[in-house]
């Protein structure tokens, strides 16, 4: 998803529902970044979360044959590619349900 139709869809939100919480927070993967954008909807209370990280173009695994010996991965990101990737959830008395994405296709 493109960073222009997030905010096409970000500003439908807005102009057609009662937003409640719109928010970015760093994720729990390096570099990531998440949005979320939680609203009163038909289906009743929705969270969309967007979340963007940069590709990762290489893992280099570093390690010792000796026993007891540290292994490391160092990974190698792209400065101008980037991972996006959206999830919808659905609030069920409190608790955030995932909904089934496909039916947005």
């Not at 590709?55 to 026993?67: D, F, G």
């Amino acid at each position: 998803m493109t960073d222009e139709k997030w905010e096409q869809i970000v500003g439908k939100i807005k102009d057609e529902f009662g937003v409640e919480s719109h928010q970015t927070r760093d994720g729990e993967r390096e570099r990531e970044k998440i949005e979320e954008i939680i609203f009163n909807g038909p289906l009743g209370r929705i969270k969309i979360a967007r979340s963007v990280r940069p590709r990762v173009l290489e893992e280099k695994t570093h390690y010792s044959n000796r026993i007891g010996g540290d292994m490391g991965v160092e990974r190698v990101y792209s400065d101008d590619e980037f991972v996006n990737s959206m999830d919808i959830f659905k609030d069920n008395d409190g608790e955030w349900v995932p909904v089934d994405n496909s039916l947005f296709e």
